[in-house]
């Protein structure tokens, strides 16, 4: 059973970081895409960041660009979101995605990901 566990979310002030980690299970995505999604209440899930197999290609969401980072551990087959400068528009549930194309470049489509994490809550206060 193929899983995406996300943490790391919680609770922070105006201008904090925090750090989001997707650990997979039950296949590897070390050659798939993966990316981050959020989606605050009453608004539609968005991309914020996506990355290809080998970590060389990232893109962002306008919103955080220059304020999020991107990464990944294959050998650990792990995802994770770096969230800096943070602000109270960024409250949202974060979820993590993988998808299982061979493509070797990003997806920003959420429909481009087979699989889902159950997400993880972020709230910045102001």
């Known amino acids: 059973q193929v899983q995406l566990v996300e943490s790391g979310g919680g609770l922070v002030q105006t201008g904090g970081s925090v750090r989001l980690s997707c650990a997979a299970s039950?296949?590897?995505?070390?050659?798939?895409?993966m990316g981050w999604f959020r989606q605050a209440p009453g608004k539609e899930r968005e991309f914020v960041a996506g990355i290809n197999w080998s970590g060389e290609i990232t893109n962002y969401v306008d919103s955080v660009k220059g304020r999020f980072g991107i990464s990944r551990d294959n050998a650990k087959n792990t995802v994770y979101l770096q969230m800096n400068s943070l602000k109270p528009e960024d409250t949202a549930v974060y979820y993590c995605?993988?998808?299982?194309?061979?493509?070797?470049?990003?997806?920003?489509?959420?429909?481009?990901?087979?699989?889902w994490g159950q997400g993880t809550q972020v709230t910045v206060s102001s």
């Open positions: 039950g296949r590897t995505f070390s050659r798939n895409a």
């Open positions: 995605a993988a998808s299982t194309s061979g493509y070797p470049g990003t997806y920003t489509y959420a429909t481009r990901y087979d699989y």
